[in-house]
């Protein structure tokens, strides 16, 4: 894609990605998958700030948008971008042409997705392949190559063009995936990936100390924080045309980028960071809306009803609720252990009847994902594995279930405030029936 506003236009004018023949631009940044299964991630164009809306760059957004993407595929053939990613010379001897700094931003995402190929925009030059996994620390992954090419045509005739045969990951076994020529170097992005986590870190001490300060003053906090709260239902930030049911402690509002229409969430009325701080007349308030969502789901939708609850960066207690075709729970749990295999997640499952809140350690961030027959798997968050937000999402949005791999991101999946309205009154009207607090509400739509 362009990397200057004047080439922008060139672009303009495409339609289904045709430049000419034999010639695709595959757009902004996504990943294509051939034919014959050959997965190629792309990010266009040069980095900008947040605000920018400029055809030629891309964002932070970008970038976690196509993370969350990678994260339903099988793996990353092929990584395309125009710049380079900061440190990918470290441990190799400086090549004779000045380095661009590269982003930090960029490290990090091709740290998460791993390809087997990289390939920038400057002069040419091939690195020595790198690991991506630490020698007796982590099971063995395939290696990358990090390939720069050249402007085509340029006056030193510089290498622009590379031919290559790949055969996709999906086709290769566990042992052909592994092997790593000799010259393979250690990872070079583990000192971008330690100053990230020094920042994550901060942020959370951060965190922390305002909690510090709310326990001086907790009267005078909760009001500041009931008030600009987006889920708090006394404060003005939260978007009540979303709510569909309002319990004695729990309400049921519409998920902003959901998954499918029916999409929707079990939050507390007031300030409560996760279920394990619920009072157990609050967590019965939970039950009663889970078993009404079961049985709405089960009913009119002939579909099996997925909850999970990330307590990790997340301030205010968010339970999904997602409808799935009607899988066997066993079928499901399997997609969740992929996935957590994929991300190397430690998992415990916990058999319906017993509590789980016992098993987290007290201030141990978790996910908990919970099934048709109240069956769970807990995963406890760690400093060792970095958890992946978008986990739940993910899964669900696999092709083994709800085949979605676009809307894994909630940024992607936003509509009008006009759908959402309509949305919540379709909603609303199916489960008025099985609404467990439906006497407690006003008869208004």
């Not at 987290?360 to 958890?387: H, I, M, W």
Request: charged share 25%; net charge neutral; proline share 5%.
């Amino acid at each position: 894609g362009a990397t200057v506003e004047a080439h922008s236009a060139y672009f303009a004018h495409i339609v289904d990605g045709q430049v000419t023949e034999n010639v695709t631009y595959l757009g902004r940044r996504g990943i294509y998958t051939t034919t014959n299964g050959l997965s190629i991630a792309y990010m266009s164009g040069v980095f900008g700030d947040g605000a920018s809306n400029a055809a030629h760059c891309f964002t932070e957004s970008d970038l976690n948008i196509l993370h969350a993407q990678a994260g339903i595929t099988s793996g990353i053939d092929v990584l395309i971008t125009n710049e380079w990613p900061a440190d990918v010379m470290r441990y190799v001897k400086p090549p004779g042409f000045k380095v661009p700094a590269g982003l930090r931003q960029l490290s990090h995402l091709t740290n998460t997705l791993k390809p087997r190929y990289h390939f920038v925009s400057g002069p040419y030059y091939e690195r020595l392949p790198y690991r991506n996994h630490k020698i007796l620390h982590e099971r063995a992954q395939s290696c990358t190559r990090f390939i720069s090419l050249d402007c085509a045509g340029n006056k030193e005739k510089n290498k622009w063009l590379y031919a290559f045969s790949v055969c996709p990951m999906k086709h290769m076994s566990d042992a052909e995936l592994r092997k790593q020529p000799q010259e393979t170097t250690e990872n070079p992005y583990i000192e971008v990936e330690k100053e990230k986590e020094k920042e994550e870190d901060a942020k959370q001490q951060h965190f922390y100390n305002i909690g510090e300060k709310r326990r001086q003053d907790p009267a005078e906090m909760d009001k500041k924080r009931d008030s600009s709260c987006w889920f708090c239902l006394k404060s003005p930030n939260v978007e009540k045309h979303l709510v569909i049911s309002i319990g004695p402690s729990m309400y049921v509002a519409l998920a902003k980028g959901a998954l499918r229409a029916d999409h929707v969430m079990i939050i507390p009325t007031n300030h409560i960071k996760c279920q394990q701080f619920l009072e157990p007349a609050q967590q019965e308030d939970v039950e009663k809306f889970k078993r009404a969502l079961r049985t709405m789901n089960r009913t009119k939708q002939k579909c099996t009803t997925v909850f999970f609850e990330r307590s990790l960066s997340t301030s205010h207690m968010q339970i999904q609720a997602i409808p799935v075709p009607r899988y066997s729970t066993n079928d499901i749990k399997d997609v969740f252990y992929t996935f957590s295999d994929k991300y190397s997640l430690e998992v415990q499952e916990i058999p319906s009847g017993e509590e789980w809140k016992e098993v987290v350690p007290p201030g141990t961030d978790y996910f908990l994902a919970e099934f048709e027959n109240q069956d769970k798997l807990l995963f406890l968050c760690s400093q060792k594995v970095r958890f992946p937000l978008q986990f739940g999402r993910e899964v669900l949005a696999s092709e083994e279930l709800l085949n979605m791999p676009r809307r894994v991101s909630w940024k992607e999946c936003k509509v009008a405030k006009e759908q959402e309205v309509h949305d919540v009154k379709v909603f609303r009207k199916e489960f008025q029936e099985f609404d467990p607090f439906k006497e407690d509400e006003s008869d208004s739509d």
